[in-house]
Structures are given as structure tokens and as C-alpha cells.
């Protein structure tokens, strides 16, 4: 049940939503005063949440940064998020396959010694795709060995991809600390979770989202992009916020 509000919330928490309803306010509301307010409100929450300078801002504050690490670890975890059904293969990537491609980097450059896959289906009508069993057999494609891979493809959210990775690694029997691979929007959150869940792990953000952040006319200017993303942070920081106070 928590699941399904979680993704029907969303709809009520995305800036795009916000905008939305300010808009038919304004057309559908009588009084001639209060349908500008909602108009102009509208246009402002679309300025703000869509120019490049607000959100480089916020991303310099939320993102979890990290210096160079070489240290040595047993296993990093990937969480998934990054691929998803269809395709020639059975699945495809997405945007965020930056996590697919620093799991391969660990493992070819031997800073981890096994990689496990946290993925499951989460939506709200999930079919036969699991994600952590797709993307094994793109990491056998790298020559990985199958004794090195670990999968995890019953999670649904966060919460789940640290309990149920737990679960592998308390058989498995491979020392902590691990690499927890996972986007930087996305660390700050999922820390929180694996560490709740009484897993040692350091963070490996990848995929950063950040504008470019040279000064300019441009970080002032409305783009479709901007909206995205603040759309992913505002769903996070409410995911941490919730998850912080259980």
C-alpha cells in the first residue's frame, strides 16, 4: 500500500503538476482579480523551477561529493534505475546507465572484487522484467565472470534494494565496508536507507546532473531539462524526509 500512495503522490509534489494547476485556476476561476494571481503565480513557478541557476545551486547543496577513493572493496552495489524493458535484448538503457558504467569500471579495474545488481520493477503494474536480471547478462557481455555477479530483482523502491541486498550479503559472507553506486541526486537518500538497514557502505555517486555553471545569460533562461530534474530532487528530499522520521 505504501508503494502505490508513493506513486500517486507524486503527482501532487512535481513542479510541472504545481504549474498545471495554477494554469486552469486562472482560466476556470470567475473573479477576474484572483485569475491573474493564479496566472502570474503559474508563470513564476514555471520561471523558477526551469532556469539552470536555482538548481546548480540546490545540487551544490544536496548532492553527496566525494574525493578520489582507490581503496579496496569486496563489492560494490549498483542500485537499479538505469535500464528498463524493450528492446533487442530484452531491455535498454536509460539516462542514468552512468551507474552501469562505473560498476564495469570498478570491476575492470579491479577496485572491487564481485558487483551486485539491486533492481527489481517499479511499476505500478510490473510485467516479467527484473532489472538486476537484465543487466547480468550485459555485464557477462564484459567478460565478468557469473561467480562475480550478485543479483538482487525483488526490490521496488530504496527502502527494499537495502534490505533485500542485506539479505545477499549476510550469505555471501563478503567483508564490509561496500561501494554503494548510485546517482548523486539519488546518494543522500539511499545512504540513509543502507545504513538504517545496518549495512557498512562508503558512496560511489555517479551521474551528476549539474548545468553547466559558467556565468551567463543561459543560466537565466527557462529550460524543459531544469523541470526534470527538480522534479527528481523535490521527490527526494521528501523520500529522505519521510524515511528520516519512521
Same mark, same amino acid.
Given at each position: 500500500?505504501?508503494?502505490?500512495?508513493?506513486?500517486?503522490?507524486?503527482?501532487?509534489?512535481?513542479?510541472?503538476?504545481?504549474?498545471?494547476?495554477?494554469?486552469?485556476?486562472?482560466?476556470?476561476?470567475?473573479?477576474?482579480?484572483?485569475?491573474?494571481?493564479?496566472?502570474?503565480?503559474?508563470?513564476?513557478?514555471?520561471?523558477?523551477?526551469?532556469?539552470?541557476?536555482?538548481?546548480?545551486?540546490?545540487?551544490?547543496?544536496?548532492?553527496?561529493?566525494?574525493?578520489?577513493?582507490?581503496?579496496?572493496?569486496?563489492?560494490?552495489?549498483?542500485?537499479?534505475?538505469?535500464? %528498463?524493458? #524493450?528492446?533487442?535484448?530484452? =531491455?535498454? !538503457?536509460? /539516462? &542514468?546507465?552512468?551507474?552501469?558504467? +562505473?560498476?564495469? *569500471?570498478?570491476?575492470?579495474?579491479?577496485?572491487?572484487?564481485?558487483?551486485?545488481?539491486?533492481? %527489481?520493477? #517499479?511499476?505500478?503494474?510490473? =510485467?516479467? !522484467?527484473? /532489472? &538486476?536480471?537484465?543487466?547480468?547478462? +550485459?555485464?557477462? *557481455?564484459?567478460?565478468?565472470?557469473?561467480?562475480?555477479?550478485?543479483?538482487?530483482?525483488?526490490?521496488?523502491?530504496?527502502?527494499?534494494?537495502?534490505?533485500?541486498?542485506?539479505?545477499?550479503?549476510?550469505?555471501?559472507?563478503?567483508?564490509?565496508?561496500?561501494?554503494?553506486?548510485?546517482?548523486?541526486?539519488?546518494?543522500?537518500?539511499?545512504?540513509?536507507?543502507?545504513?538504517?538497514?545496518?549495512?557498512?557502505?562508503?558512496?560511489?555517486?555517479?551521474?551528476?546532473?549539474?548545468?553547466?555553471?559558467?556565468?551567463?545569460?543561459?543560466?537565466?533562461?527557462?529550460?524543459?531539462?531544469?523541470?526534470?530534474?527538480?522534479?527528481?530532487?523535490?521527490?527526494?528530499?521528501?523520500?529522505?524526509?519521510?524515511?528520516?522520521?519512521?
Amino acid at each position: 500500500m505504501y508503494f502505490i500512495l508513493s506513486k500517486i503522490l507524486l503527482f501532487f509534489i512535481l513542479p510541472i503538476y504545481w504549474v498545471i494547476a495554477l494554469v486552469l485556476l486562472g482560466i476556470f476561476v470567475k473573479n477576474r482579480r484572483s485569475k491573474k494571481r493564479f496566472l502570474i503565480a503559474a508563470a513564476v513557478v514555471f520561471y523558477l523551477f526551469s532556469i539552470p541557476v536555482l538548481l546548480n545551486w540546490f545540487e551544490g547543496v544536496w548532492d553527496v561529493r566525494t574525493p578520489v577513493n582507490h581503496k579496496k572493496y569486496s563489492c560494490a552495489i549498483v542500485l537499479g534505475g538505469f535500464s %528498463g524493458d #524493450g528492446g533487442e535484448d530484452g =531491455g535498454h !538503457f536509460t /539516462e &542514468a546507465s552512468d551507474r552501469f558504467i +562505473q560498476g564495469v *569500471k570498478l570491476m575492470e579495474t579491479k577496485q572491487v572484487s564481485h558487483i551486485l545488481i539491486s533492481g %527489481g520493477n #517499479g511499476l505500478l503494474t510490473p =510485467g516479467s !522484467f527484473r /532489472e &538486476a536480471t537484465y543487466v547480468k547478462t +550485459q555485464l557477462e *557481455k564484459f567478460n565478468i565472470p557469473d561467480s562475480l555477479i550478485l543479483t538482487e530483482s525483488n526490490s521496488k523502491n530504496t527502502f527494499e534494494n537495502a534490505k533485500f541486498t542485506k539479505a545477499i550479503l549476510e550469505k555471501t559472507h563478503l567483508p564490509p565496508p561496500y561501494l554503494l553506486v548510485t546517482s548523486a541526486f539519488h546518494m543522500r537518500r539511499s545512504l540513509m536507507l543502507f545504513k538504517h538497514a545496518g549495512l557498512q557502505v562508503d558512496p560511489y555517486p555517479c551521474n551528476f546532473l549539474a548545468f553547466d555553471t559558467q556565468l551567463g545569460i543561459g543560466l537565466f533562461c527557462p529550460d524543459p531539462g531544469v523541470l526534470r530534474n527538480w522534479e527528481l530532487y523535490i521527490k527526494e528530499v521528501i523520500g529522505y524526509a519521510i524515511n528520516f522520521f519512521k
